[in-house]
């Protein structure tokens, strides 16, 4: 589709130039609206909503200009609306149609666009139409914990009966990998979840047998210990990163169990000396033999490569009612500098999104 007048020449977005903490280098800019002279299997979006994600604040932090195109965009999860097509693409993908989608990292470093922004042009197998019934500022959260649950559950070989703890139950992906590994185990077998006590009752209503309130125990390796050691799990999903869960992780993890980490292990903490610390850990989990006192159970990392099959198939677990997407928070486009200051507070109950325009 050439250019047209009824596009405006520039949009409001998020962007930052130089590493730091969210407050310290994101400003809310207007910057040139891209053009709607599409590649032939691009899709323009009018970008109505977008969630914010845990490594979008590391990455901001971490990354330094050289890697990225500046001024950058942040976020990759979004909803919105098809406003322009390529010539190319598949006869079903139409202008109007409400859609979700996910702008993978990789391609985001390439060209300094995000979702944080009022439009956004990507490929259309990274974008499908909404789930009937699902409201767009829920879909904005779906695809990028969803394609990690879905991911990180077809590497843990869960079968019906088996028995799988989920560390960190309530946050967006931790909440995605309940509800699909239940469906997986079914009701002959077991999913326990970790989350404090403030979210014990949602991480149940979504699928969770038995929730672990973290909080009051100091150790939580010594818990699982405690009351796990008789029953230990096929299948350990650890969403935070805790490297003690899979340190002693023997005393409740079958010997033929998995250990699944898809956290960044930084807490609080993401300084460069922390990120080698955590690569550190990740590579003796790997490789440190088991004669040397490496731990003896199975130990994969894994990172999201969403695709738009995986999409297409979140979709249809979301119209099976399957799939939920909690939204913690909604917040203005003005007030994103907020809506950071509450995703990194780790008290977040579901996605923190921000509403960017009417839909």
């Known amino acids: 589709m050439s250019a047209s007048s009824q596009f405006p020449s520039s949009m409001r977005a998020w962007t930052y130039s130089r590493r730091g903490h969210p407050h310290d280098v994101l400003s809310l800019q207007n910057v040139p609206t891209p053009s ?3 590649a032939p299997n691009d899709v323009l979006v009018r970008i109505s909503y977008a969630a914010l994600n845990p490594v979008s604040y590391v990455l901001m932090q971490l990354v330094p200009a050289f890697v990225r195109k500046s001024p950058f965009i942040p976020e990759v999860d979004f909803s919105g609306v098809i406003e322009a097509t390529g010539s190319g693409v598949s006869a079903d993908v139409r202008c109007g149609a409400k859609v979700f989608g996910i702008l993978p990292p990789p391609l985001q470093f390439k060209n300094g666009a995000g979702a944080l922004a009022e439009y956004l042009v ?32 077809e590497n843990s070989k869960l079968k019906a009966g088996d028995s799988v703890l989920v560390n960190g139950g309530s946050g967006g992906t931790g ?5 699909l590994a239940k469906d997986m185990v079914g009701k002959e ?8 006590g403030g979210n014990v009752d949602m991480v149940k209503r979504l699928g969770a047998d038995d929730v672990v309130d973290y909080t009051k125990h100091d ?4 818990h699982l210990r405690a009351e796990y050691t008789s029953t230990p799990f096929d299948a350990i999903i650890d969403t935070v990163g805790v490297q003690p869960l899979y340190t002693h992780s023997p005393a409740y993890l079958k010997a033929d169990g998995l250990f699944l980490n898809i956290g960044s292990g930084f807490g609080k903490d993401t300084s460069v000396g922390s990120l080698l610390s955590v690569m550190w850990s990740m590579i003796q989990n790997l490789l440190w033999p088991k004669l040397l006192g490496g731990t003896p159970r199975s130990y994969s990392f894994i990172s999201a490569a969403p695709d738009s099959k995986q999409l297409g198939k979140l979709k249809r677990l979301a119209e099976e009612g399957k799939l939920k997407m909690p939204v913690d928070s909604l917040w203005s486009m003005e007030d994103g500098l907020k809506a950071y200051e509450r995703i990194k507070s780790r008290r977040a ?10 839909a």
Not at 134 to 153: K, N
Not at 175 to 179: K, R
Not at 349 to 358: H, R, S
């Open 189 to 196: 077998g077991r999913v326990v979840a970790t989350c404090s």
């Open 122 to 153: 990507l490929p259309e197998n990274l974008t499908v139409s909404k789930p009937k019934d699902m409201a767009l500022d829920e879909a904005a959260g779906l695809a990028l914990v969803g394609c990690t649950a879905l991911q990180v559950l």
């Open 349 to 358: 109950k579901g996605k923190v999104i921000i509403k960017v325009q009417e």
């Open 36 to 38: 709607s002279t599409l």
């Open 219 to 222: 150790a939580l390796h010594e």
């Open 175 to 179: 909440l995605a990998i309940i509800q």
